[in-house]
């Protein structure tokens, strides 16, 4: 299984957010590029990216220190926030990431997923990012109306690489993530699920592993808090 340590970026700095709230933030002193050297140092190979300042304007806007990641260390990369057009999935691609993941402008319009899908072949993650089993959008600040299982159903076939599973109600809380929720959208999908959201202990990642269609696991705040030691964590990463 695939571990993911994550890096919110947020005015430039490394941040975690409580259940998506801006205005529930920590600031960590580590920048993102030496996060990301952390996580190389560590052991790891996957990295996932969120440009929070991104989400919120729906534009490329940490482009720079993703090339600097992306150029400096040889991390398997997978980036979301506020990429609303094809333009915006092309700088990424560009800058060598390795999954772009659509959230919002997926879940407005499903052409828009469909087309990516085709155009950026393999590259293309589907974020679903769910409260109360509906899906949320715009930096979690709208609620979709939507569904997650029927929104899953109508794009399914779509052709989309990877699909990240988060609780909005787990994430940044370490009260483990919604498992039972991740086991029903792994076994609909028809693509590999990333669990997200909630992670607190090694005994988390090791239930993850015991699922079915379950690729990796993003970890956040609990590394940052210290709950879970990296040395630990890369143990959990399958050969």
């Given at each position: 299984?695939?571990?993911?340590?994550?890096?919110?970026?947020?005015?430039?700095?490394?941040v975690r957010l409580v259940k998506g709230d801006f205005d529930n933030k920590t600031e960590y002193d580590m920048s993102p590029v030496e996060q990301a050297s952390k996580y190389k140092d560590h052991g790891f190979k996957n990295l996932h990216i969120v440009?929070?300042?991104?989400?919120?304007?729906?534009?490329?806007v940490n482009l720079d220190i993703i090339k600097e990641i992306v150029s400096k260390f040889d991390l398997k990369i997978e980036i979301g926030g506020g990429i609303r057009n094809f333009e915006s999935i092309?700088?990424?691609?560009?800058?060598g990431v390795e999954k772009v993941i659509l959230g919002s402008a997926a879940i407005?319009?499903?052409n828009f997923l469909k087309e990516a899908c085709e155009k950026f072949s393999n590259k293309i993650a589907l974020g679903l990012d769910a409260k109360n089993g509906y899906l949320s959008v715009s930096g979690w600040k709208e609620n979709s109306n939507k569904l997650t299982l029927d929104y899953l159903e109508e794009v399914n076939d779509f052709g989309a690489s990877r699909l990240i599973y988060t609780d909005i109600n787990r994430d940044g809380t370490k009260h483990s993530p919604n498992f039972l929720e991740t086991e029903?959208?792994?076994?609909k999908s028809n693509c590999p699920v990333i669990i997200s959201g909630g992670?607190?202990?090694i005994e988390d990642i090791k239930k993850a592993?015991?699922?079915?269609?379950i690729e990796g696991i993003i970890v956040g705040k609990a590394i940052y808090d210290g709950d879970i030691k990296l040395e630990?964590?890369?143990?959990?990463?399958?050969?």
């Open positions: 299984m695939k571990i993911f340590p994550a890096i919110d970026i947020k005015d430039k700095k490394c440009d929070l300042d991104g989400a919120l304007k729906g534009e490329t092309q700088k990424y691609i560009d800058v407005k319009d499903k029903k959208v792994a076994d992670v607190s202990s592993k015991s699922l079915k269609n630990e964590l890369v143990k959990e990463i399958d050969a």
